[in-house]
């Protein structure tokens, strides 16, 4: 059997977006700039959803944020829409790191803090949601550092543009649950009698896509008995 031997296959999105009315009944010689529009329109409203069913693990990635004695709150990347790990690095004289996690806590935890300028090495942090986000760390660093603060953060998908031939920023496993979802809210506006027959294939789609946008690890589920912090 003769195969291609890649995985390059990655279209465009404005590929998708024909392949969607496709879906919907619309040919290519009968799409007009207005549905362009609306395409452009219902693509990126259905990316920014899908922000909010995170973690979208091909958004993961680390940063890095050297922290200073005395200062408690530090600036996040606006497009950052969670943070799922956090840890503090110290070295030692030989340049050896040892990593510590530190724990999320919420506003109303957070403002229960008796003592919110007391110093320390960090052992918990709060990240406010706010359209410049935050993210502040108790106890406030202290000066036996340098402490270097560490969090893996889900960004947002990067918004989508049918220009240029920009591909989107989805993985080929998403590819499916991508276009059968597009083709689902173009057919609301133009193709109202596929719904019924769009609405189990997108439904099934992105099922299968965030069934599989998991790590497959052993999940284990432990109380908290304590902590290594006094307030």
Not at 9 to 18: A, D, H, K, Q, R
Not at 111 to 136: C, H, V, Y
Request: proline fraction near 6%; glycine fraction near 8%.
């Amino acid at each position: 059997m003769t195969t291609s031997g890649t995985t390059a296959f990655n279209p465009s999105s404005g590929e998708f977006v024909t392949y969607a009315y496709g879906l919907c009944g619309i040919r290519r010689p009968a799409i007009t700039q207005e549905h362009l529009v609306d395409a452009r329109m219902a693509v990126n409203i259905m990316l920014a959803e899908w922000n909010n069913d995170t973690p979208n693990l091909w958004k993961v990635d680390v940063v890095e944020v050297d922290l200073t004695e005395g200062v408690a709150t530090y600036d996040v990347d606006p497009a950052t829409i969670m943070i799922l790990d956090a840890y503090i690095r110290t070295t030692d004289g030989a340049g050896n790191p040892t990593d510590r996690i530190i724990w999320p806590i919420s506003r109303t935890e957070y403002a229960s803090m008796p003592n919110k300028a007391q110093e320390g090495q960090p052992t918990s942090f709060w990240f406010d949601r706010l359209l410049a986000p935050t993210i502040t760390l108790w106890t406030v660093p202290d000066g036996n550092g340098p402490y270097l603060l560490r969090y893996y953060q889900v960004s947002q998908i990067f918004d989508v543009s049918l220009q240029g031939g920009q591909t989107v920023d989805i993985p080929s496993r998403w590819f499916g649950a991508f276009v059968w979802g597009l083709a689902l809210r173009l057919a609301y506006s133009y193709a109202a009698e596929k719904i019924a027959v769009l609405q189990p294939m997108a439904d099934k789609a992105l099922l299968s896509a965030m069934e599989g946008d998991t790590e497959n690890v052993p999940l284990f589920i432990s109380p908290s008995l304590g902590g290594y912090y006094v307030r």
